[in-house]
């Protein structure tokens, strides 16, 4: 009987967590999706001169460029 007892009261433990992160996501101050992606374009066309997915990176300044081509006679 002590084992079901334990069981319980694990088991309310758990669901007042739960209950407790529920309240703690609800009461969070959310942003409206529109306006976080306007914000995120606009970085973007501010910054797209400086982005390497964009503008490529140069050969000379590029450290992940092999420095030996590979030969295979």
Request: glycine share 2%.
């Amino acid at each position: 009987m002590s084992g079901k007892m334990c069981s319980s009261s694990s088991s309310v433990i758990q669901a007042q967590k739960l209950v407790d992160q529920l309240r703690v996501e609800a009461s969070m101050e959310r942003f409206k999706i529109s306006l976080t992606a306007a914000d995120l374009v606009q970085y973007c066309q501010e910054h797209r001169r400086s982005d390497p997915l964009l503008t490529g990176i140069a050969a000379s300044s590029n450290p992940f460029k092999d420095k030996k081509t590979c030969v295979i006679l």
